[in-house]
């Protein structure tokens, strides 16, 4: 497994590797994790953005043997090394392998969006020190109707920055749907 910047070598082997396709936030990361099996490239974890948010692939070959868990705790353990004080995710509750791989290594979900009516995202946080404690306790604001309507205004007027602040970069960022993020607000 290694862990490097993510320069333009890196993006040509997510490219290669495809692993990027779909899951192109992966070449906006500032690091990436990487495993290799017989050089080849089986999966990859990323991170980036001002909430530090990971994101991760595993090849499709390679699903549900373990080694999502696995890339992914090394992200974490390295966050952790670089003196981050906490790692941010969005994932899918429908999404049954990332919740539990995610929840297994003690990221925990602060609140959930729908943010539009295909697109529901719980944004779960792992910390690891005071300041992280913080940011968890203002990204709770969130977890109330008041507060998730804030959020829904806020991301349909900055959604051009979604690079910038959540390292999100896939091609289609569907436009937030306010009314829907309202009505359909669920308490976690
Ligand atoms: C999500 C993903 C990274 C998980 O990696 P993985 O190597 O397949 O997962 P692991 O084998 O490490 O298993 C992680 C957990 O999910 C469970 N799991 C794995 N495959 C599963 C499946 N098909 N259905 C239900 N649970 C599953 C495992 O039992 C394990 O749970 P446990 O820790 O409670 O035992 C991988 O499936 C993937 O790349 N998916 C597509 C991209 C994606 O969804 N990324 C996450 C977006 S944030």
């Not at 070449?27 to 017989?38: F, G, H, M, Q, Y």
């Not at 602060?110 to 940011?135: C, E, L, P, T």
Request: aromatic share 10%; hydrophobic share 40%.
């Amino acid at each position: 497994m290694i862990v490097e910047n993510t320069t333009k070598e890196i993006i040509s082997i997510l490219k290669k590797s495809k692993l990027s396709t779909d899951m192109k936030s992966l070449e906006v990361s500032e690091w990436i994790v990487l495993e290799d099996k017989d050089n080849e490239i089986i999966g990859a974890a990323g991170i980036g953005g001002m909430f530090h948010t990971s994101s991760i692939n595993i090849n499709k070959k390679f699903r549900g043997k373990g080694l999502g868990s696995k890339i992914q705790k090394r992200l974490v353990e390295e966050a952790r090394n670089r003196g981050y004080s906490f790692v941010t995710v969005f994932v899918d509750p429908r999404n049954t392998s990332s919740t539990k791989m995610h929840d297994g290594l003690g990221y925990r979900t602060i609140f959930r969006i729908h943010y539009s009516d295909s697109v529901i995202q719980d944004v779960k946080i792992i910390i690891f020190n005071s300041k992280g404690k913080i940011i968890r306790g203002i990204l709770s604001m969130f977890n109330t109707k008041i507060g998730i309507l804030f959020l829904g205004c806020f991301l349909k007027i900055f959604r051009n920055l979604f690079r910038e602040i959540f390292a999100y970069d896939e091609d289609v960022i569907p436009i937030p749907n306010v009314k829907n993020i309202f009505q359909k607000f669920e308490k976690v």
